[in-house]
């Protein structure tokens, strides 16, 4: 069964001469075509987590398996988008979208119609040729998020993808990517602080504990699909928004036990 | 907005350090305003590079250029002193006359002379840049050859490469391999100091978006680290080709019986102050050109940048 399956993973860091341990035994899956956020504390090591399922970071202990096989590296199965939209400055928009077709050699004849196709759908039709530069922050996101679509990952994997944008923006990203898993219904790994958003977003949401990150709760978030930004003033919405971030709070970690190298740990 | 932009543009320098920070965000609110529909992307690079000349700043430049000529000129009445001040009238005579036709005291056209001169600085500037691009982008991949090789660059480069050039001539003699040799001391320090920098500079999301869009680690090497460094690369280039100037000039005026340097030496010794201006107005001349052409190849590697 295709997904992610996070199995005993533990993981320490060298930092200023000692050892932090920042994910202590944690195991969680996502099936297929599943929405999951990972919500914590900064340094619960919930981007440490998804830096280990991307194939960027190693386990110490326990494994990660994507499709029933072990992540040994990055892949194109596995989609990443950053905080920041990191498209490559040098190359238009179409071209920072046929950017994983051509690297990865499956450039075919008609790979140009489709990228042309998903920039539509994405709404940047009339930007093909823009640069990076000219694009405002929700395009250039909406410019990775069609640029990671490209090559067809069956998991997306986000670090924070909006926590840059001003508030208006970041509700209409939310609702894009809303209208996008609708439509392609991906497996989404989601790290954000913002609870309102995992929660508006995702069908469960993992709640991690700091020092060392451990999965403390796993809250189902069963709030009809397709979604829209309204829902967020329903009773129920505001129901479970406290209930996570009620959980979020209680889960150990934050400013009474900070340790020498906690607030600086690097993941 | 288009002339508040323009306005900045004229007032922050081009080409400094800061160039390579890809990551920034460009602000939200700017709209898409020249590049509006461009049915194709082939050539497009070029045709950005010379839309993105801006004429405005262009024309400002030239007004103070402009300055500059008319107080000299108006100085040069006052002094009325073709030794010490010719006018830029008789500079100009001078130059254009000398430019084709050989000085009396020797048998070469100022022309023949720039070219000499720039024989030598490109052959300089070639091999230092091909040493330093090579030594800076291991230095960078290899840590330990980087704690090795970066305190040597710390130690020889407050040294003006002029000091070197007594030692080049016991080496070398007085031909051209002492000039050359002395050109690309200068040209590497530079060059792997910029390249090291630039290629810290390329933020890891950048490799590994790349990684996760599927290229491999090499594709992921070329076509992404070495290629965000390369703008960085390219201001480094001309910082190094300013420095040759210096160096080429001073060799020539020291050890040499060719070259615009030798040429305002010997104008000096025969008091003809014209020649020495002539000889100052050409290497302005051909640095500013070759700048040109460096600024015009960054553009093309960094579009808007």
Not at chain 1, 106 to 115: N, Q, V
Request: charged content about 15%; hydrophobic content about 50%; overall charge neutral.
């Amino acid at each position: 069964m295709a997904g992610v399956h996070v199995r005993n993973v533990s993981k320490s860091f060298a930092h200023g001469g000692s050892i932090v341990e920042i994910l202590r035994n944690v195991s969680i899956s996502v099936g297929e075509g599943e929405f999951v956020s990972l919500v914590g504390r900064s340094g619960c090591g919930k981007t440490t987590l998804l830096r280990i399922i991307g194939g960027f970071v190693h386990a110490d202990a326990g494994s990660v398996l994507v499709d029933e096989a072990p992540v040994r590296g990055p892949g194109s199965d596995r989609g990443m988008l950053f905080q920041q939209p990191m498209l490559f400055p040098w190359l238009t928009v179409l071209d920072n979208t046929l950017f994983g077709p051509r690297a990865e050699g499956s450039f075919t004849p008609g790979t140009r119609a489709r990228a042309l196709e998903l920039l539509g759908i994405v709404g940047l039709a009339g930007f093909e040729f823009h640069y990076p530069k000219q694009l405002s922050g929700g395009m250039m996101h909406r410019a990775a998020f069609a640029r990671a679509m490209m090559v067809d990952p069956e998991i997306l994997l986000m670090d924070e993808p909006f926590g840059a944008l001003d508030a208006l923006t970041r509700t209409g990203m939310q609702q894009f990517l809303l209208d996008l898993w609708e439509r392609r219904r991906f497996t989404v790994v989601l790290v954000t602080h913002d609870v309102e958003e995992a929660v508006l977003l995702s069908d469960r949401v993992a709640v991690m504990a700091s020092q060392p990150g451990e999965l403390v709760e796993t809250i189902p978030i069963p709030l009809p699909r397709p979604r829209t930004y309204e829902v967020s003033e329903s009773t129920d919405f505001v129901d479970l928004k406290r209930r996570v971030r009620q959980a979020v709070e209680h889960a150990r970690g934050g400013a009474a036990i900070v340790g020498a190298g906690r607030a600086a740990a690097p993941y | 907005m288009e002339t508040q932009q323009k306005k900045f543009a004229m007032t922050g320098p081009e080409g400094t350090l800061d160039e390579r920070s890809p990551a920034a965000p460009s602000g939200a609110s700017s709209p898409p305003s020249r590049h509006a529909v461009r049915p194709d992307t082939r050539h497009s690079a070029l045709r950005d590079g010379l839309l993105a000349l801006d004429w405005s700043r262009i024309g400002m430049g030239l007004i103070g250029v402009l300055c500059i000529i008319v107080g000299w000129w108006l100085a040069a009445l006052v002094i009325s002193d073709n030794v010490i001040l010719p006018s830029p009238v008789a500079t100009a005579r001078t130059l254009l006359h000398y430019l084709t036709r050989p000085y009396p005291a020797r048998g070469e056209t100022l022309l023949g002379d720039t070219a000499m001169s720039l024989a030598r600085i490109l052959a300089g500037f070639a091999w230092g840049a091909l040493v330093g691009v090579i030594l800076g982008a291991l230095m960078s991949a290899l840590r330990p050859l980087r704690l090795i090789v970066d305190p040597l660059i710390e130690l020889g480069r407050p040294l003006p490469p002029l000091a070197f050039i007594p030692l080049l001539i016991v080496w070398f003699g007085i031909g051209e391999l002492p000039k050359i040799v002395l050109i690309g001391l200068g040209v590497i320090p530079i060059m792997v100091v910029s390249v090291v920098a630039a290629l810290d500079a390329v933020p890891e999301e950048y490799i590994e978006a790349a990684r996760s869009l599927g290229a491999s680690p090499r594709y992921a090497l070329l076509h992404v680290r070495v290629r965000a460094a390369l703008p960085g690369v390219i201001t480094g280039l001309r910082l190094a080709m300013g420095i040759s100037w210096t160096s080429i000039v001073a060799v020539e005026m020291i050890a040499a019986t060719s070259g615009l340097g030798y040429v305002i030496l010997e104008a000096s010794n025969y008091l003809v102050t014209t020649l020495i201006f002539s000889g100052i107005v050409l290497i302005a001349a051909v640095a500013l050109i070759l700048d040109g052409l460096l600024r015009l190849v960054r553009r093309l590697a960094a579009p808007m940048g």
